[in-house]
């Protein structure tokens, strides 16, 4: 049987094995820099998840902080089962398309 991968991260590796050329637990596909933490707030395309998550961003001249949102578009696993309104970890990796940039490594 085969088992998954470790992407060098500590989080909870799947316990099913897909096909899927761009899940890291299960392919060579590597992943690198950044991880985030968002809440998915659309699922419309074909393995791809639309992520939003909120950053303080500074404004020297009044010397406060506003909040902003991020939306980002990340690829799902095979391997995980992942819906509108979860918490999920994701991280950085090569393109995968126009617009994706990121995949999710762990729901919470």
């Not at 392919?27 to 998915?40: A, E, L, Y």
């Amino acid at each position: 049987m085969k088992t998954a991968r470790n992407i060098g991260i500590m989080v909870k590796a799947p316990t099913e094995i897909s096909s899927d050329k761009h899940d890291p637990f299960s392919s060579p596909f590597g992943v690198r820099g950044r991880i985030f933490t968002g809440i998915i707030t659309g699922i419309k395309a074909q393995k791809t998840a639309k992520i939003e998550f909120e950053r303080i961003f500074p404004l020297p001249k009044y010397e406060r902080y506003e909040k902003r949102r991020t939306r980002l578009l990340v690829h799902i696993p095979d391997s995980l089962n992942v819906n509108v309104g979860d918490t999920v970890r994701f991280m950085e990796c090569r393109p995968i398309s126009k617009t994706k940039n990121f995949v999710i490594i762990e729901k919470f």
